[in-house]
Each structure stands twice: as C-alpha cells, then as structure tokens.
C-alpha cells in the first residue's frame, strides 16, 4: 500500500462506506448519491480501465458487450482475509466464489434484464468486490457509445445509449469518466462532448487516455500536451493507462502481470516517461487520483445531502402527522380510540344528513368511498375470527346498516327537494 493510500485509509472508508449504506438503504431513489461513471466509446478501453481497478475479468469483446449500468463497488481488505464477490439486480442476489466466476455472472445479470442479444438496458447490476489488492472505490461502468445500430438493435440505440449516459453524468454528484484512446482526435470525442455539455467547466470531468501502445509515431506530443491539460481543459485533468491489448488477452496475461508491463511500458517510453514521472501514468496511479477525487467529492456533496435529507424528512412528518396518530398498543384503549374514530365519523355523516357537503379526498363522493372501505373491513373481520374482533364485527355490520340508512334517506330527502 502506498503512503498516500495509507494516508487517506481513516479519511477514505467512512466516506465511502457512508455513501454506500445510503445506496443499499434505496436513498438513491430519491436522492443523487455521489459516483464515478466511466463513459466512452464503444471499444475505447472502458471495462479494461475498470478491470485494471478491480483485478477481476470483466465481460468484453467487439461489439456491445456492456449492455447495462454496472455499478462496481470495490472494499480494500486486510491481508489474508481472501476475495469476496456479490452480485445484485432486480431481486437477485448472489455471492461469487470465484473471481473467475465474475464475467459468466455479469453476462447473465445483462441477458435478464436486458434480453439475449445487443439490447441495452436502463436497470442497474451491482457487483461488490472486497480484496486486498482493490482501492476503496465504487464505479458505475455505462453502454459504450454507438454510432451505427447493428443487427438485431433498434433503430435508435445511439439514442438510447446517450440518453443513459446523460441520466447518470447530468447528476451534479457523478464525477464522470471520459475513456478516449490516444488513436482518436480527441476534440472530436462524442464522450468528451457529452461530458462538456452538462459540465462546461470540466469541475467533475475527468479524462483517461489509453492504448498508448498504439499511438501513431509522431504523434506522442499530442498526446503529452492533452495529458498536460493544455488542449482540451478540464478542471480535473487527464492520467494516461496501459490496459491488456486483444494479444495478451488472448495469451492470458494475468492482471497482474499486465500492471507490471504497464509499468516498465512508461518507464522506458521515449516520450510518456516524462507522463510517468508527474505521477500522471499507470493504473495505480489512477486508483490514487480516483479515490481521493471521490472522497473529495464526497465530502463536498454531504451538505447538500443532508439538507435534501432533512427537506425530504420534514415533507414525511408533515404527511404523517396528516394521518393523525394511530392506534394505540393497549387493546382497551384500542377500543376507545375506535369509538372515537367512529364518533368523530357519525358527527361527518350526520353534518352531510343536514347537507353539508362532505367530500372524501380531491373528488370521491363519501358514500362510494365508504361502501368500499366498509367491504374491504368486512372481508378483513371475516378473516380474522378472534373473539373481541368478533364483536367489534357484530357492531361495525349494525352500524354500516345504519350509515346505508342514512344515504338512502339523503338521497330521499334531496329527489324530494328537486
Ligand atoms: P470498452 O468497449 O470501452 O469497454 O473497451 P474494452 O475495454 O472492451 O477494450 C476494447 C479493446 O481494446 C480490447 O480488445 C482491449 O484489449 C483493447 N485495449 C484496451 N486498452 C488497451 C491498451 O491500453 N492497449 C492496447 N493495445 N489495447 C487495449
Ligand atoms: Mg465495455
């Protein structure tokens, strides 16, 4: 573990656990939680960057491989404790043995809720991960950018995707990710444009150049100048990484054999080493950067947060107290607080007898409303054959009786007056 990582271990998982619990609690339904989404297009090293971060496989290949928002929350553990995976979506919930296991299971979660085949889909898969070897982090991987639909997609998959990506980086709380390789002109990335349009700034934009291994000879100052901040400005800067090319994937070079190559890959770069000096190379690197910028980030978003809690607090005391208050615990008093309710009620139903209007929420005529509630009680106390309800039952059918009386001698009483 580096220092700086030890330096931010007391400052780092509290924040990040924080947000996290909020997560599992369902906050996110009505509030923004605070995150990282990586965006790019389609092929431009997204997973790769994540798979570098997390040491575990992720799905990948040519084409559109992820098809819905993964969330990946990594835990740094202790030494010796081993790996521990979950994966959660819709009401699944799965523990994973394996690191190797993870891939299949992904690809499972996306054909479930996005359908067998290249559909995309809004509805989140959430992977946990806690080992040693990963940095207190929580990213959200998104559908690469897709100019042309392929077969089997709909019309408007560009759209589609778009419209997902927008959803998570227009959050004021989403730090986003722009993954561009250094192979493309990056003015003309659509990712970067994206980003530009809900953050002009570039105050939560982050750029990631990769594949540097593939930069066209002669055009490594470019490159370095991006990285330098000095084209395109962002706030946050850019880092550049070296992820496993097709080759050493296929010739199964590890994760962590592929950090190591990264290493002595800008180490003797003729250009990048200045890049590797700065502190502004390698995975590790990243990992450093991102974790602070999150608990940053974090730190920044918890006023706002709790205001909004509190705002959203006050909003369901105030449509609770609405209610009144329940019934008691005690069951004498239980039957008293009945009586009353039942008092209060009569006094209604006698105020509308003498024509007083009386309406039952926005519209509803209060006869309907009761007829229905009363048979839906009714049902209830059948069901329910305990003995003290069965007298409140005997009492209640009477006193139904009595409110259909009652109706039928208003609705005499106003055809008499017409
Ligand atoms: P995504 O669609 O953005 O998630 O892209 P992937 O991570 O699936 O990567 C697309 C392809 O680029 C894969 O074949 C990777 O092996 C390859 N790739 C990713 N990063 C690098 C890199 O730094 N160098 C090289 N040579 N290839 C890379
Ligand atoms: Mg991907």
Redesign the pocket.
């Known amino acids: 573990m580096t220092t700086l990582n030890q330096q931010y271990e007391e400052k780092v998982r509290p924040c990040i656990d924080l947000i996290d619990s909020l997560r599992s609690l369902g906050v996110e339904k009505d509030l923004a939680l605070p995150a990282i989404a990586v965006i790019g297009d389609q092929s431009s090293g997204?997973?790769s960057v994540l798979e570098a971060l997390s040491g575990v496989a992720l799905p990948?290949g040519s084409g559109i491989?992820?098809r819905c928002p993964l969330e990946l929350k990594m835990k740094r553990k202790n030494g010796g404790e081993g790996w521990y995976g979950k994966i959660s979506y819709k009401d699944h919930e799965e523990n994973i043995e394996n690191p190797s296991d993870v891939e299949k299971k992904i690809r499972e979660a996306q054909d479930e809720m996005a359908g067998i085949g290249v559909g995309i889909s809004a509805d989140l898969i959430s992977l946990e991960i806690a080992s040693p070897d990963v940095p207190d982090l929580t990213l959200i991987?998104l559908p690469?950018i897709t100019r042309v639909a392929v077969k089997g997609q709909p019309e408007d998959i560009e759209h589609q995707i778009k419209r997902l990506i927008k959803k998570f980086i227009t959050k004021q709380e989403t730090i986003s990710l722009v993954v561009v390789p250094c192979t493309m002109d990056i003015a003309t990335t659509e990712a970067l444009r994206m980003a530009q349009e809900v953050d002009p700034d570039g105050e939560r934009t982050l750029g990631i150049l990769t594949k540097p291994d593939l930069v066209d000879k002669g055009t490594e100052q470019t490159v370095i100048d991006i990285v330098h901040n000095e084209v395109i400005h962002l706030k946050k800067g850019y880092m550049i990484v070296r992820c496993r090319g097709q080759q050493e994937i296929t010739n199964e070079v590890s994760l962590a054999e592929a950090i190591e190559r990264e290493k002595a890959f800008f180490n003797d770069h003729a250009h990048f080493h200045t890049l590797y000096n700065e502190g502004q190379a390698t995975v590790p690197k990243l990992a450093e950067k991102l974790t602070i910028e999150l608990v940053e980030h974090i730190e920044r978003s918890l006023p706002r947060l709790e205001e909004q809690i509190e705002e959203k607090l006050a909003q369901t005391q105030a449509e609770l107290e609405r209610y009144g208050t329940g019934p008691p615990t005690d069951p004498a008093e239980r039957l008293i607080f009945l009586i009353d309710k039942v008092s209060a009620f009569t006094q209604d139903a006698i105020g509308l007898a003498t024509g007083e209007e009386l309406k039952c929420g926005d519209k509803l005529n209060v006869f309907s409303t009761l007829r229905r509630e009363f048979g839906k009680w009714s049902i209830h106390l059948d069901l329910s054959g305990n003995n003290c309800e069965c007298l409140i039952s005997i009492w209640l059918l009477a006193w139904c009786r009595a409110v259909h009386q009652l109706e039928y001698m208003f609705v005499c009483c106003s055809q008499h007056k017409d």
């Open positions: 997204k997973s990948r491989v992820t991987d690469g």
